[in-house]
């Protein structure tokens, strides 16, 4: 089975101060992966994925995110935060094919000016 | 752009009551999917179609049931609400069901069973 840990419930970073939210994921084969952003009272935005090729993808909003595949990892980073990055964030991932998409529980990000 | 259209925005419902969630998408996309989310939780498949004229249960289909006639609209139906139903209902859509394709999600409703 297939599924998606994100260890951090909150993540607090400083305005200008590089930013990772933390994801770790258990599928059987390759890894389909997945980040969206939650903006409150929104429906959740499509950051970037990892497919194959290149383990470092570059999403919107200068966000990118490292795959792992060593220690199965995903994490999501950004060189330099804003406060306007404040939100909720999920982690996803799911098998080649037509298996569902499973969701971390996510991970609140506050950046203070 | 429209996307993904849900309506209601927002509902209070009585227990026992039914209730139709809608959704309608403009980007002729074949999936669509249906999702609940709860605090702690994250988001929790509830009903998918991989196409139209094809519907298949998610993580947690009880309670609830889904009709894909066409391309465009993929409602969500609580057919006698309780209040374990209480959450955010979003609906989402991807070109095809395949693995690497991203999802675009609709606002979402909210709904309170009381």
């Known amino acids: 089975a297939q599924s998606v840990a994100q260890p951090e419930d909150q993540v607090n970073v400083a305005e200008g101060n590089p930013l990772t939210v933390k994801c770790t994921y258990s599928v059987s084969g390759n890894p389909y992966l997945f980040w969206y952003v939650q903006y409150p009272n929104r429906g959740l935005q499509f950051l970037l994925k990892?497919?194959?090729?290149?383990?470092l993808v570059k999403g919107s909003y200068g966000f990118e995110a490292e795959f792992n595949k060593s220690q199965t990892s995903f994490h999501l980073k950004k060189p330099s935060a804003l406060v306007s990055d404040s939100a909720l964030y999920f982690c996803?991932?799911?098998?080649?094919?037509?298996?569902?998409?499973?969701f971390g529980k996510g991970t609140r990000l506050s950046v203070i000016a | 752009t429209a996307g993904i259209t849900q309506a209601p925005t927002s509902q209070i419902l009585a227990a026992g009551r039914s209730m139709t969630l809608r959704c309608t998408q403009d980007m002729r996309h074949n999936a669509m999917y249906w999702y609940r989310q709860d605090l702690g939780l994250g988001l929790r498949l509830i009903h998918y179609?991989?196409?139209?004229?094809?519907?298949g249960k998610g993580e947690v289909p009880d309670g609830y049931s889904v009709s894909r006639a066409n391309t465009d609209d993929f409602p969500l139906t609580l057919a006698s609400a309780v209040p374990s139903q209480t959450s955010v209902y979003f609906c989402?859509?991807?070109?095809?069901?395949?693995?690497?394709?991203?999802?675009?999600f609709g606002d979402g409703t909210r709904l309170s069973i009381l």
């Open positions: 996803a991932v799911r098998q080649s094919g037509n298996t569902p998409l499973v």
């Open positions: 989402a859509s991807s070109v095809t069901p395949s693995g690497n394709q991203p999802q675009h």
């Open positions: 179609s991989n196409t139209a004229g094809t519907t």
């Open positions: 990892y497919i194959t090729g290149d383990n």
